[in-house]
C-alpha cells in the first residue's frame, strides 16, 4: 500500500527511473549485437554478406542446424576465437537454441571488433517458421 501512496506522490522521479531503465535496457541489448529475424537472417547469408555461427553444443548441432553454419559451442569461443578472423570482413550472426548465451557471447564479440547479428528467438524460433535446416 505505501509503494502506491510513493508512486502517486512521487511520480516524476518514478518516471525518470523508469526511462533510464528503458534506456539501459536498450544499450545493453545493441551491445550484444542487433537482433535481427529469421528472414533479415536468410537474405544476408543468401547475398554472402554474412556467416552464421551457431554456439549450441556440438551434438545439438549435428541434431540439425541452418545450412552454412559452422559451429563454436558457447563454452569454447574463448579458445577458438582465432577461427571467426576469417569472417571479420562479413556480419557474424550468433544462432544458439533460443536466445539464452546470444547476448554474453555477442558483447564478448564486439568487444573484439566483430560486427554481430543475433538470429531472434534461435533455433527454436528457426525451427518453429518449418525453416529448413541440415542434420549430419
Known amino acids: 500500500m ?14 525518470v527511473l523508469m526511462v533510464i531503465v528503458y534506456l539501459f535496457a536498450i544499450n545493453e541489448r545493441i551491445k550484444s549485437g542487433k537482433p535481427i529475424s529469421s528472414h533479415v537472417a536468410t537474405r544476408m547469408l543468401n547475398t554472402d554478406e554474412a556467416v552464421l555461427l551457431d ?29 571467426l578472423e576469417a569472417h571479420r570482413e562479413k556480419a557474424i550472426i550468433i544462432a544458439d537454441k533460443a536466445g539464452q548465451h546470444t547476448g554474453a557471447i555477442g558483447r564478448r564479440l564486439q568487444q573484439k571488433e566483430f560486427n554481430v547479428q543475433r538470429l531472434t528467438g534461435g533455433m527454436m524460433e528457426w525451427q518453429n517458421q518449418k525453416l529448413p535446416v541440415v542434420k549430419d
Open 2 to 15: 505505501e509503494f502506491f501512496v510513493f508512486v502517486s506522490e512521487q511520480w516524476m522521479l518514478v518516471s
Open 55 to 83: 554456439i549450441r553444443e556440438a551434438k545439438d548441432f549435428k541434431a540439425g542446424h541452418i545450412a552454412g553454419a559452422f559451429n563454436i559451442p558457447h563454452t569454447k569461443l574463448q579458445d577458438r576465437l582465432v577461427e
